[in-house]
């Protein structure tokens, strides 16, 4: 067992900088494709993450599951107890906008959020969830780069995802909300609790507005953008 309840990785074994895709069968491809000398550090509930090289850079993978308890759980142990500073989450997100459109990359500013995970903090108020702005101006900073187009602004994580009302996005995107998607706002809760510095960035897989979605081969394709984006902060961060 490892010096975290949900994570083999020993103390030491687990980058300043870790990249946070959801599906850990992404890391597992992260690792494979674009790192040098990558070894896995966890194998707990076949959640893989890896640690290896880009560009002579040390860095980590991991994944962290679907929803906010989930994130929450691993942001947590990533932090606190393996000291990891850069949180970087790289997922998928549905487009609440025309002009956010399938396979557009998404920087959350913000997380709006329906969550209650907030509650746990006992604050006398509504906690807004915002990104770290060097890592936010790093990404920018890469994509362009690289010469990738990235959008920024407020996105929202929710709880639900089969939600009962379909038209409950309707509401978010009347308030210019970019997209949608499930562990924001509890990575940028526990970074400002915590101490760490952290910044989602999505692919829009699919579009509430226009009804476009992207299959299975074409997610896995249009990734690479956000992925090369995401490597391309480390010598800047």
Request: hydrophobic residues 40%; proline residues 3%; charged residues 20%.
């Amino acid at each position: 067992m490892g010096a975290s309840l949900h994570i083999d990785a020993e103390i030491g074994e687990i980058a300043k900088t870790v990249l946070l895709p959801g599906d850990p069968l992404r890391a597992k491809f992260i690792a494979e494709n674009f790192l040098d000398d990558a070894v896995c550090i966890n194998k707990t509930r076949n959640n893989f993450g890896y640690t290896g090289k880009f560009n002579g850079k040390e860095v980590s993978v991991m994944g962290t599951g679907m929803g906010m308890p989930s994130m929450g759980i691993y942001s947590h142990e990533l932090i606190e107890i393996h000291k990891c500073e850069n949180l970087i989450r790289i997922g998928s997100a549905g487009s609440y906008q025309e002009n956010v459109d399938l396979n557009d990359i998404v920087l959350a500013m913000s997380a709006s959020t329906d969550s209650n995970f907030q509650y746990t903090f006992n604050l006398p108020g509504n906690f807004a969830p915002t990104a770290d702005f060097g890592l936010l101006k790093a990404a920018d900073e890469s994509a362009r780069r690289q010469g990738i187009s990235v959008k920024a602004g407020n996105i929202v994580s929710v709880d639900v995802f089969y939600d009962d009302d379909p038209d409950t996005w309707k509401r978010w995107s009347k308030m210019n909300v970019l997209a949608v998607e499930m562990e924001a706002a509890a990575l940028y809760m526990n970074a400002a609790r915590y101490g760490a510095k952290a910044l989602a960035m999505m692919t829009i897989s699919d579009n509430f507005v226009t009804g476009g979605r992207l299959d299975n081969e074409a997610r896995e394709k249009s990734f690479v953008n956000m992925i090369n984006t995401a490597l391309g902060m480390l010598e800047h961060i």
